[in-house]
């Protein structure tokens, strides 16, 4: 279901989940500590190139997912790059705007192509996490941090019950186009208030079959599950380690990014 198929497609998913998560975790704190371009695009490259290749996710289904945060980045940079000021001193370009010029600065301008590779690496690093790591597994490391149980049996039937909803979702918004629901200003309120109202229905419905089902398998009070055995591998912390240090290095290689 959604991203969790990938995940159990992936061939690293046989890889221990804390190698990843220390692998996502570490590599995050030097892109934010470090704060620099040539840092962040070797990040997003380098995670690119390993969920493309051992990790074989397909290149369209990657492209697409960073789609999704690309165009509230571009925002946000767009927005940090323009500058406002009196007069026309020190902006690259600029446009009146009464007794103000809108344009950017060097400054600006850097500071949002700073936040654009950041952002982009730390996005790459999320997904490399998501696409190679079922939730299950996640759930895994968690407990082994000794998080609460119940925290974490919440969140994974919360995880799992998101994409039934959106599936349920999904169906009825079609049922509904095909009458011709969302004809109109008027018909599209009128559906989207049946849908609201259908899916709140059917989600608490839902909960109450799942917590039939639970009882029916003996629950009592907590998700008794087996565990997968992972073994942690010395060639790839030290490979982890060493990645990062690498990138340690490389923002004092030549002129700082």
């Not at 001193?89 to 936040?115: D, T």
């Not at 008027?186 to 799942?210: G, I, N």
Request: proline share 4%; aromatic share 10%; net charge positive.
């Amino acid at each position: 279901m959604g991203i969790d198929q990938y995940a159990y497609a992936s061939p690293l998913r046989s890889v221990h989940p804390g190698e990843k998560a220390l692998l996502t975790l570490l590599t995050l704190l030097v892109v934010l500590g470090l704060d620099s371009i040539r840092v962040s695009g070797l990040v997003f490259i380098s995670i690119s190139l390993l969920l493309l290749g051992p990790g074989r996710v397909a290149g369209r289904i990657y492209l697409g997912l960073l789609l999704i945060p690309l165009v509230f980045l571009l925002l946000g940079c767009v927005t940090i790059a323009v500058t406002i000021q009196p007069g026309p001193a020190g902006l690259l370009a600029s446009l009146p705007a009464g007794p103000y010029r809108i344009g950017l600065s060097p400054s600006s301008l850097q500071a949002s192509v700073i936040l654009f590779w950041r952002c982009l690496a730390c996005v790459a690093c999320m997904y490399f996490l998501a696409l190679t790591t079922p939730v299950t597994q996640i759930v895994f490391i968690l407990k082994r941090l000794r998080l609460p149980w119940v925290l974490a049996d919440v969140m994974s039937l919360i995880y799992y019950a998101i994409f039934d909803f959106l599936a349920a979702a999904a169906e009825i918004g079609r049922a509904q186009k095909s009458r011709c629901g969302y004809d109109g200003f008027k018909a599209s309120l009128r559906s989207l208030a049946a849908l609201s109202f259908q899916m709140f229905s059917k989600f608490l419905h839902q909960s109450d079959q799942t917590y039939d089902a639970l009882l029916a398998r003996g629950f009592s009070g907590s998700l008794a599950v087996l565990d997968e055995e992972f073994a942690w591998r010395r060639r790839n912390l030290a490979a982890i380690i060493g990645f990062n240090l690498v990138l340690v290095m490389a923002k004092n290689v030549g002129v700082a990014g």
